[in-house]
C-alpha cells in the first residue's frame, strides 16, 4: 500500500485541492497560530460530514502517530492536541517512524489501543495497512472529484 501512496499521493496533491470542500457539510483542517488543527466528527448526530483531502492527510497522521506512540508503550496522542503537518510530508515522516517501530517491537505483545482489549501489535499493523488503505482510496476519489469540479454531464 505505501507503494500505492509513493506513486499516487504523495507529491500528487497541493495545498488547494487538499482544502477544497466537497459539499457545505465538511470535516476539515484549520490554520492557527499553533499550525493546522483538525475538526472532529459528531459520529452519534447524523449525517456524517464529507471530509476534505487534507482532513484526511492530517487524519493518517495523527492515527499513525498516535499508534507509533501506543505501539511504542508511550500515551497516545489525542486527535485534538494533533497539528497536520501542511503536507504529504506528515505521512512519510509516519511511515519511516512505523517502519522502525515494526523492526524493534515484539510483535506478538498485547498493546492498550482503540479496541476494548489489548490487541497484539501484529494485529495492530495489519489494522494500520487497511486504514492506510481506506484513507488513499478517499483521497484518489477526492482528487477525481476535485479534478472533475465544474464539468457537467452534457443533457
Known amino acids: 500500500m505505501w507503494r500505492f ?54 487524519h493518517i497522521e495523527w492515527w499513525w ?20 503537518s501542511g503536507t504529504t510530508v506528515g505521512i512519510v515522516h509516519a511511515k519511516e517512524a512505523w517502519d522502525r517501530v515494526l523492526e524493534e517491537a515484539d510483535l506478538d ?4 489501543w482503540y479496541l476494548p482489549e489489548p490487541q497484539p501489535a501484529w494485529f495492530i499493523a495489519a489494522w494500520v495497512n487497511t486504514e492506510l488503505t481506506k484513507n488513499l482510496a478517499e483521497i484518489n476519489q477526492l482528487k477525481v472529484l476535485y479534478e472533475n469540479r465544474g464539468s457537467a454531464p452534457q443533457v
Open 65 to 84: 502517530n498516535d499508534t507509533i506512540a501506543r505501539v511504542s508503550g508511550e500515551p497516545g496522542i489525542a486527535p485534538s492536541t494533533y497539528r497536520w
Open 109 to 112: 505483545a498485547l498493546v492498550a
Open 5 to 58: 501512496a509513493d506513486s499516487y499521493v504523495i507529491d500528487r496533491v497541493d495545498l488547494d485541492a487538499a482544502l477544497w470542500e466537497p459539499s457545505s457539510n465538511v470535516c476539515t483542517v484549520h490554520r492557527g497560530p499553533d499550525g493546522w488543527s483538525a475538526d472532529w466528527p459528531d459520529e452519534d448526530n447524523g449525517p456524517l460530514p464529507d471530509a476534505t483531502i487534507a482532513w484526511l492527510l492530517w
